[in-house]
């Protein structure tokens, strides 16, 4: 071989490995879609899927028009999902508002749709299934930064026109330095005049009015006081009352993961639960059923959304579901199963997150794990 050959024999076999260095690997095969949950209800009713890929859906909201509203959190938007054929499947998946950050929860009054994020309430204008102009800054709200662990805020109008707004902890458990975390506020209807409404709520990420305008709210317990502790809670919340957090949880148990702590507040200081509710099952939503569709014990009942546990605790991880709040003289004593089946053979098929009431009287649940909106029914 001529010493040209050699080298040029050489340098086909570097270009060759060159090439195949350069060469991307095969892309993976695509995921599979989503599998929907087969959930279970009570004898009677039915649960379908109403809409798929609304990933990240957290809280929902029945506009004046019947269609309704999901925020995605993560997707930083709010979508409409409208069935205009009835045919009890969303149409399409929409988006009304984008460029949102961290979405979470929205309310209608008067003409406007108003959107809690991170770090303020916006509205705009809302008529006809669209929305009219871009959001504006209503109030603004404590901003999350990349520690904070509470990042959700929820918001509601009472029958009166004040506005309120729930605000997390921005910790696992600490003394809040800015006030407004672990607090439900409340505002004029113009968001003027804020204050605290009542504090000491580590997460009351669902609050809702009942038929007599009582206000509720859930608790979400904090994490590392192991399986057992604390119990998330359901409360019965009331102008001017500390609900314990961060000095004690449960029934006024002094709470042992505080250390340092600079303040101070006495146990006959702080209000219990109106009922707690097992320790880790995270509750999110929480809703009193307006409508008439479903038979007598569901007709104003406060349904309760639980998002389970992300399996740091427990053998078993604690499966998300929808309860019934059962009430005795006007105090909540047990809850009962009424839309289950998000984990089953030990598989996450879904996390419920929000649970809003129809405007024919069915009831929506939404999955922030796999993206789907489910509606259940009743039928004689």
């Given at each position: 071989m001529t010493a040209f050959c050699f080298r040029f024999a050489l340098y086909l076999c570097a270009l060759s490995v060159a090439v195949f260095a350069q060469t991307p690997p095969a892309s993976s095969a695509p995921a599979a879609p989503a599998k929907p949950a087969d959930l279970k209800v009570p004898?009677?009713?039915?649960?379908?899927?109403?809409?798929?890929?609304?990933?990240?859906?957290?809280?929902?909201?029945?506009?004046?028009?019947?269609?309704?509203?999901?925020?995605?959190?993560?997707?930083?938007?709010?979508?409409?999902?409208?069935?205009?054929?009835?045919?009890?499947?969303?149409?399409?998946?929409?988006?009304?508002?984008?460029?949102?950050?961290?979405?979470?929860?929205?309310?209608?009054?008067?003409?406007?749709?108003?959107?809690?994020?991170?770090?303020?309430?916006?509205?705009?204008?809302?008529?006809?299934?669209?929305?009219?102009?871009?959001?504006?800054?209503?109030?603004?709200?404590?901003?999350?930064?990349?520690?904070?662990?509470?990042?959700?805020?929820?918001?509601?109008?009472?029958?009166?026109?004040?506005?309120?707004?729930?605000?997390?902890?921005?910790?696992?458990?600490?003394?809040?330095?800015?006030?407004?975390?672990?607090?439900?506020?409340?505002?004029?209807?113009?968001?003027?005049?804020?204050?605290?409404?009542?504090?000491?709520?580590?997460?009351?990420?669902?609050?809702?009015?009942?038929?007599?305008?009582?206000?509720?709210?859930?608790?979400?317990?904090?994490?590392?006081?192991?399986?057992?502790?604390?119990?998330?809670?359901?409360?019965?919340?009331?102008?001017?009352?500390?609900?314990?957090?961060?000095?004690?949880?449960?029934?006024?148990?002094?709470?042992?993961?505080?250390?340092?702590?600079?303040?101070?507040?006495?146990?006959?200081?702080?209000?219990?639960?109106a009922f707690e509710i097992p320790p880790h099952s995270s509750p999110i939503d929480m809703r009193f059923y307006t409508g008439k569709a479903f038979p007598a014990p569901y007709r104003g009942a406060l349904l309760l959304v639980l998002h389970g546990s992300g399996g740091n605790y427990k053998k078993?991880?604690?499966?998300?579901?929808?309860?019934?709040?059962?009430?005795?003289?006007?105090?909540?004593?047990?809850?009962?199963?009424?839309?289950?089946?998000?984990?089953?053979?030990?598989?996450?098929?879904?996390?419920?997150?929000?649970?809003?009431?129809?405007?024919?009287?069915?009831?929506?649940?939404?999955?922030?794990?796999?993206?789907?909106?489910?509606?259940?029914?009743?039928?004689?």
């Amino acid at each position: 071989m001529t010493a040209f050959c050699f080298r040029f024999a050489l340098y086909l076999c570097a270009l060759s490995v060159a090439v195949f260095a350069q060469t991307p690997p095969a892309s993976s095969a695509p995921a599979a879609p989503a599998k929907p949950a087969d959930l279970k209800v009570p004898a009677g009713f039915t649960a379908n899927v109403f809409a798929s890929d609304v990933t990240s859906g957290r809280l929902m909201a029945v506009a004046p028009d019947g269609i309704l509203l999901v925020a995605r959190q993560n997707k930083g938007d709010v979508v409409a999902l409208p069935d205009k054929d009835k045919d009890g499947k969303a149409d399409s998946v929409d988006v009304l508002v984008a460029g949102l950050t961290r979405p979470h929860h929205m309310t209608f009054r008067k003409g406007y749709l108003y959107i809690a994020t991170n770090p303020s309430v916006v509205r705009v204008k809302y008529a006809n299934g669209k929305v009219e102009g871009t959001p504006e800054k209503f109030i603004d709200l404590p901003a999350a930064t990349p520690t904070t662990a509470h990042k959700t805020r929820t918001i509601g109008f009472d029958k009166r026109g004040k506005f309120y707004v729930s605000i997390g902890s921005s910790c696992n458990i600490c003394e809040e330095p800015d006030p407004r975390h672990t607090t439900i506020m409340v505002f004029n209807e113009d968001g003027t005049g804020g204050r605290t409404y009542a504090k000491g709520l580590r997460n009351a990420i669902g609050f809702d009015f009942d038929a007599k305008g009582a206000l509720w709210a859930n608790d979400m317990g904090q994490d590392g006081l192991g399986d057992d502790n604390p119990p998330d809670e359901i409360n019965r919340v009331e102008d001017g009352k500390h609900y314990g957090f961060p000095y004690y949880f449960g029934n006024n148990q002094p709470n042992t993961g505080l250390t340092d702590a600079k303040g101070s507040l006495k146990a006959s200081e702080a209000t219990p639960p109106a009922f707690e509710i097992p320790p880790h099952s995270s509750p999110i939503d929480m809703r009193f059923y307006t409508g008439k569709a479903f038979p007598a014990p569901y007709r104003g009942a406060l349904l309760l959304v639980l998002h389970g546990s992300g399996g740091n605790y427990k053998k078993e991880r604690i499966p998300g579901r929808v309860a019934r709040v059962v009430f005795q003289n006007g105090k909540p004593v047990a809850l009962e199963d009424f839309v289950t089946g998000f984990v089953q053979n030990g598989q996450v098929l879904g996390r419920p997150a929000g649970i809003v009431t129809g405007a024919n009287g069915e009831l929506f649940v939404s999955d922030d794990n796999k993206g789907f909106v489910y509606r259940v029914t009743y039928k004689k």
